[in-house]
């Protein structure tokens, strides 16, 4: 059976700061796997139910590799594109055996045991960004650049061995290549030099491995005579524009979200252990990364009585997955008792987020700090009027002025 919504185009900007385009909804109720059109021009399937989007992410016979011919492009363009197929692949674009043997290496590093032994930092990071910012006399601060972007990229500079004082060059290059109305040759510019700089970076680590993540990669490779330079800049791009920029927008919406809600915000001053149940729903709630779990059917496949053809793309919207009624009761309600673990903002599968157990503590970290110590802490702008990334691959506010 072939489903199809003729003249429909996306990405679609999201109607409201809170809830996904309307589009999105009409579709899950007609047709949760449809045709679309994109705006590159192509044509994929939009897998917009929860039920059919977990089971495109567990099956192997749709491929992340974006080199792969059909591969759907949802947030890149065709020049970007192409700017990617001529380098070595990032683990998010590998498929199989070759996809394990990356990720086996590197999971260690983020199991809830390891991360735990950071979390004194992290509580000490948090609470110097937090001094930092009851020390100004300013009213309203931006809170973007005052905590929710500083706090994951010192925590992932230091988790791998990069330099902070050069989180100025990282962020603003990530921030060029995820907006989607940077042009071709300005995020084409923005990666190139993000691939140089962790290129050098690697190179300097090679000649002296620190007691980091890439130190430890570097050691245990040269013991097995496996050294892999191209292999680990790919990994550090992967890592550090991953690791920062997705906490850092959850961080702001987070706040925005509980500000919204004091009756929720409430439930979790007065129990801290109530912050996990809030951390999900919360990424349950926003799921910034839509889209970004597009893959391409390798052979022909049926999912929820649609057939996919071989060669044709498939984009997973996680999105509209979160906001499924069949699955999450009143999905516009932020109800942080909800026990909303099962969300797919991390994705699903064999590809879900390596980072996903730093990122929980991060934000748990975060909220529970930032209310406890600044317990009058106020949007300093009615909600409509904050600037929100609509125009960019990764949810999220560009700017968000708070005050007590």
């Known amino acids: 059976m072939t489903k199809s919504v003729t003249g429909l185009r996306l990405p679609v900007e999201r109607g409201c700061p809170f809830a996904p385009p309307a589009e999105y909804e009409r579709l899950r109720e007609r047709a949760p796997i449809s045709k679309i059109h994109l705006t590159s021009g192509t044509e994929a399937w939009w897998v917009s139910g929860h039920e059919e989007g977990r089971a495109v992410l567990a099956d192997g016979r749709f491929s ?40 086996r290496p590197v ?58 004082t050069d989180h100025d060059f990282f962020q603003s290059r990530t921030a060029v290549a995820v907006r989607r109305t940077s042009s071709p040759e300005d995020r084409g510019r ?24 890439f130190g430890r990669q570097i050691a245990r490779q040269r013991q097995e005579g496996t050294l892999d330079h191209e292999g680990l800049v790919s990994l550090a791009f992967l890592l550090l524009t991953a690791g920062h920029e997705t906490t850092a927008n959850m961080i702001s919406l987070g706040v925005v979200g509980l500000l919204t809600h004091p009756e929720q915000l409430a439930l979790i001053t007065a129990d801290p252990g109530r912050t996990p149940l809030a951390v999900e729903e919360l990424l349950r709630f926003f799921a910034i990364a839509d889209g970004v779990t597009s893959r391409v059917a390798t052979e022909d496949v049926e999912i929820g009585g649609v057939s996919i053809k071989a060669g044709e793309g498939v984009i997973v919207s996680t999105l509209s997955a979160n906001w499924d009624p069949a699955v999450f009761k009143d999905p516009a309600e932020l109800d942080i008792e909800r026990g909303a673990r099962h969300h797919l903002a991390f994705g699903f599968g064999p590809h879900q987020c390596l980072g996903q157990n730093l990122a929980r503590m991060e934000l748990q970290i975060v909220f529970d700090t930032l209310f406890r110590r600044i317990p009058t802490l106020r949007l300093a702008a009615p909600v409509e009027d904050l600037p929100f990334k609509t125009d960019a691959a990764i949810y999220g506010a560009h700017e968000l002025p708070v005050t007590w």
């Not at 974006?66 to 990617?84: H, S, V």
């Not at 110097?128 to 010192?154: K, M």
Request: charged share 30%; hydrophobic share 45%; proline share 7%.
């Open 64 to 103: 992340s590799d974006r080199r792969k011919d059909g591969f759907p492009l949802f947030n890149i363009d065709a020049k970007t594109l192409e700017q990617f197929r001529s380098q070595p692949p990032l683990m998010v674009g590998m498929d199989g055996a070759e996809h394990a043997a990356a990720r």
């Open 107 to 164: 999971i260690g590093e983020f199991t809830v045991r390891r991360l735990a032994a950071l979390r004194p930092r992290i509580q000490a990071i948090v609470d110097h960004f937090i001094d930092d910012l009851l020390a100004t006399d300013e009213r309203p601060v931006d809170l973007v650049q005052a905590l929710s972007l500083p706090v994951p990229s010192l925590v992932i500079s230091e988790l791998l061995g990069v330099p902070y």
């Open 190 to 213: 923005a990666l190139a030099e993000l691939r140089a700089y962790i290129d050098d970076l690697i190179t300097r680590k090679e000649a002296e491995p620190g007691d980091d993540l």
